[in-house]
T-cell receptor
C-alpha cells in the first residue's frame, strides 16, 4: 500500500516558526510536493523537492531526505493567514500524486 | 488567479440522477486530474488524463467516468448518483513536462450532495 503520514494538527503563535513533518511509504517516488488549502478553498502549490536537501521560497522552506523517506515544510514568521491545512504529496510516477493525511495549522495572535 | 474552472460549485440532487461535473482550463495543460476529497481528509486520485483521448483510472475506485475530447475540457459523469457519492470533487491540471509538470493547479471544486 501507499501511505503518507503527517501530524493531524499543529498550533503556533504569530511570528513563530513551525515544522510540519511527512513520512512516506509509496510504490514509486519521483518527488515530494507541499500544498496549502484554506477551509473551503482549493489546494495551492507551495514547493517541490525532487532531490535531497532544502528548498527555500520566501517564508516557506521544504526539506527532503530520500534515504529516510522523510520530508518537512518549515514556515517562518507565521502570520494569521497561514492558518490552513497543509498536505504533502508524493509523485509516484507520471505526476500521479498520492496525498498525505493533512496537517491543520492554527496560528493564534 | 485560477485558470481552471469547475461548475457547478454546489449541487444537491436525488438518488439515481445522472450528473456531469464540468472542468475547463485555459492554460493549455496536457495533463488533467480529478481528485475526491471528504471534509478534513486527504485527496484521492480518481481519474487522470495525459492528453486528448487519454483517460486512466486513479488509485481510488470510482463509479464515475471521464472523457477528454478537447485539451481544455475534462468532464466527470456519474450515471446514477448515490448518497455514497457525496463528496467534494477537485479538478486539476499540469504541464506535460519540465518543471511545471510537478505543479498542479486546482479548480475551486464541486461539492456534491446526494440525498
Amino acid at each position: 500500500g501507499q501511505s503518507l503520514e503527517q501530524p493531524s494538527e499543529v498550533t503556533a503563535v504569530e511570528g513563530a516558526i513551525v515544522q510540519i513533518n511527512c513520512t512516506y511509504q509509496t510504490s514509486g517516488f519521483y518527488g515530494l510536493s507541499w500544498y496549502q488549502q484554506h477551509d473551503g478553498g482549493a489546494p495551492t502549490f507551495l514547493s517541490y523537492n525532487a532531490l535531497d536537501g532544502l528548498e527555500e521560497t520566501g517564508r516557506f522552506s521544504s526539506f527532503l531526505s530520500r534515504s529516510d523517506s522523510y520530508g518537512y515544510l518549515l514556515l517562518q514568521e507565521l502570520q494569521m493567514k497561514d492558518s490552513a491545512s497543509y498536505f504533502c504529496a508524493v509523485n509516484t510516477g507520471f505526476q500521479k500524486l498520492v496525498f498525505g493525511t493533512g496537517t491543520r495549522l492554527l496560528v493564534s495572535p | 488567479e485560477a485558470d481552471i474552472y469547475q461548475t457547478p460549485r454546489y449541487l444537491v440532487i436525488g438518488t439515481g440522477k445522472k450528473i456531469t461535473l464540468e472542468c475547463s482550463q485555459t492554460m493549455g495543460h496536457d495533463k488533467m486530474y480529478w481528485y475526491q476529497q471528504d471534509p478534513g481528509m486527504e485527496l484521492h486520485l480518481i481519474h487522470y488524463s495525459y492528453g486528448v483521448n487519454s483517460t486512466e483510472k486513479g488509485d481510488l475506485s470510482s463509479e464515475s467516468t471521464v472523457s477528454r475530447i478537447r485539451t481544455e475540457h475534462f468532464p466527470l459523469t456519474l450515471e446514477s448518483a448515490r448518497p455514497s457519492h457525496t463528496s467534494q470533487y477537485l479538478c486539476a491540471s499540469s504541464e506535460g513536462q519540465g518543471a511545471g509538470a510537478n505543479v498542479l493547479t486546482f479548480g475551486a471544486g464541486s461539492r456534491l450532495t446526494v440525498l
